[in-house]
């Protein structure tokens, strides 16, 4: 059965348990598929990137056939996306609102002048409901991946701290703010750094690097004494040219990155070995 979210986020759980591990979060408006029910919770299947775990079942607006029919095509067919880390849309139905967090698609989106006030709003629509939105928290087509526009993108995300699973304002994993980040840019990615790995072509050294790279890491065995073993993917990170790359690890920053990966300024010491570089085409 198909279901939606009409929810800021919903945490995706490993277990039917409100203490399990969060591995991830679904966004306002992304659909998935219910693949089985246990008790109050429902264990589902994200559309976006193909990520499995359980939901509260309370959370889960289930869709008839035509419903999902109808909104899969607006949505799949809109380049209309949440940019700010939060933003707030409010119902035509009701005029209640709701917190958006940035990679929220919008689907029917457009702007539109209201004549009584005189002011333009973004407006989508979301199973036959109208909302509108701050049409400046909004880019309506995927910007062009260069470094003047990834750093405005990337600008209002400093700071906001890790969470494992996260992929929000209040706290976003590695890979959760390189998904959020390149979706920004018409750019779909995988949920995980190891995923995330094995999408575009490989990039053979720094000196090729261009802004918008994915990077990925390993901990530096040397660093903390363990003999070298196969490479592990642990970390991925956003290159904004050779020597700087903006990733969250305990919070989103930009540090230096060299052959050797990434430079912590405050401890004075390597904190992630450099292993893969790869450009994700549109």
Same mark, same amino acid.
């Given at each position: 059965?198909? $279901? ?5 986020? @919903?945490? /995706? ?12 979060? @679904? ?79 919008? $689907?029917?989106?457009? /702007?539109?002048?209201?004549? /009584? ?20 928290? !909004? ?99 956003? $290159?904004?040219?050779?020597?700087? /790359? @903006? ?6 920053? !930009? ?21 893969? @570089? ?5």
């Amino acid at each position: 059965m198909k $279901a939606i979210s009409l929810y800021s986020v @919903i945490p /995706v759980r490993a277990e039917a348990s409100e203490g399990a591990e969060q591995n991830t979060q @679904i966004l306002f408006g992304e659909t998935f598929d219910v693949l089985e029910e246990k008790d109050r919770w429902n264990r589902v299947k994200l559309h976006l990137d193909g990520q499995e775990g359980w939901v509260d079942a309370k959370m889960v607006t289930k869709m008839s056939p035509a419903e999902y029919k109808s909104y899969h095509e607006a949505y799949i067919g809109s380049s209309a996306i949440v940019a700010m880390p939060m933003a707030y849309a409010v119902s035509e139905n009701n005029g209640q609102t709701i917190p958006l967090t940035a990679g929220t698609r919008l $689907a029917k989106y457009q /702007v539109t002048k209201d004549e /009584v006030q005189k002011i333009f709003f973004g407006r989508f629509e979301v199973l036959g409901v109208g909302f509108r939105i701050d049409p400046g928290m !909004v880019i309506a087509e995927s910007l062009d991946l260069n470094e003047q526009n990834l750093l405005q993108a990337v600008r209002f995300f400093l700071n906001i701290p890790y969470l494992w699973g996260g992929k929000n304002a209040m706290g976003m994993d590695c890979s959760g703010f390189t998904q959020v980040v390149m979706s920004l840019f018409g750019k779909e990615l995988k949920r995980n750094a190891s995923e995330q790995a094995t999408q575009g072509r490989k990039i053979s050294d720094l000196k090729h690097v261009k802004a918008g790279d994915l990077v990925f890491f390993d901990k530096p065995h040397a660093a903390s004494g363990e003999a070298e073993k196969e490479v592990h993917i642990s970390h991925v990170g956003i $290159a904004i040219d050779s020597e700087r /790359v @903006i990733h969250c690890s305990g919070r989103v920053k !930009v540090e230096k990155l060299d052959f050797n990966g990434i430079f912590n300024a405050e401890t004075g010491s390597y904190s992630h070995h450099l292993v893969a @570089i790869r450009r994700v085409e549109r």
